[in-house]
Antibody, heavy 117, light 108 residues
Framework: QVQLQESGPGLVKPSETLSLTCTVSGGSISDHSWSWIRQPAGKGLEWIGRVYASGTTKYNPSLKSRVTMSVDRSKNQFSLKLDSVSAADTAVYYC???????????WGRGTLVTVSS | DIQMTQSPSSLSASVGDSVTITCQASQDIGTNLHWYQQKPGKAPKLLIHDAINVETGVPARFRGRGSGTSFTFSIRSLQPEDVATYYCQQFDDLPRVTFGPGTKVDIK
């Protein structure tokens, strides 16, 4: 059974960089593409971007200038970096496995990241 | 940009009722739409892909219909475990993947 687990600091200071890692178990990261989605408390879902096993990325244009995603095949992990964060970036961040047709079929449990000084 | 709307924003129905949620796209997206269920405090779960296809393992009481700009998601015989927020997601306007605002479903 495929499982995903997000990890990273739960508190980030304004203007700093948010860094999260998603560890994949029960499957190879080389076989799929991988996404990050976030959800502010009480609000809807926002797609952040996708990284392919090759390292190619697709980002939400609204976040593109601040987002970097990468894959570490040796660790079966992928990561998210979001620069210059503000309170508006406070959210639960989910990682997910994508299959064809932009379906996210396996999700992590999510991790809350709070941006505050 | 493609705008996604959902209606109603919330609904309350009795166990055994049928409920229907509508998702509208601001332009033709074909069948490039999925439906997800999110229970409180949990990650979203894929229910319907490509507008009409029920994901493997998902109960048959969930149904998706539509194409173009108008889509519906239905639950036949609502169950207590169906209490959740339901989101549509379009992937036609890549890479601008967007979710609808969600519809919260409760039991009366």
């Amino acid at each position: 059974q495929v499982q995903l687990q997000e990890s990273g600091p739960g508190l980030v200071k304004p203007s700093e960089t948010l860094s999260l890692t998603c560890t994949v178990s029960g499957g190879s990261i080389s076989d799929h593409s991988w996404s990050w989605i976030r959800q502010p408390a009480g609000k809807g879902l926002e797609w952040i971007g996708r990284v392919y096993a090759s390292g190619t990325t697709k980002y939400n244009p609204s976040l593109k200038s601040r987002v970097t995603m990468s894959v570490d095949r040796s660790k079966n992990q992928f990561s998210l970096k979001l620069d210059s964060v503000s309170a508006a970036d406070t959210a639960v961040y989910y990682c997910a496995r994508d299959r064809g047709r932009w379906v996210s079929d396996y999700w992590g449990r999510g991790t809350l990241v709070t941006v505050s000084s | 940009d493609i705008q996604m709307t959902q209606s109603p924003s919330s609904l309350s129905a009795s166990v055994g009722d049928s409920v229907t949620i509508t998702c509208q796209a601001s332009q033709d997206i074909g069948t490039n739409l999925h439906w997800y269920q999110q229970k409180p405090g949990k990650a979203p779960k894929l229910l319907i892909h490509d507008a009409i296809n029920v994901e493997t393992g998902v109960p048959a009481r969930f149904r998706g219909r539509g194409s173009g700009t108008s889509f519906t998601f239905s639950i036949r015989s609502l169950q207590p475990e169906d209490v959740a927020t339901y989101y549509c997601q379009q992937f036609d306007d890549l890479p601008r993947v967007t979710f609808g605002p969600g519809t919260k479903v409760d039991i009366k």
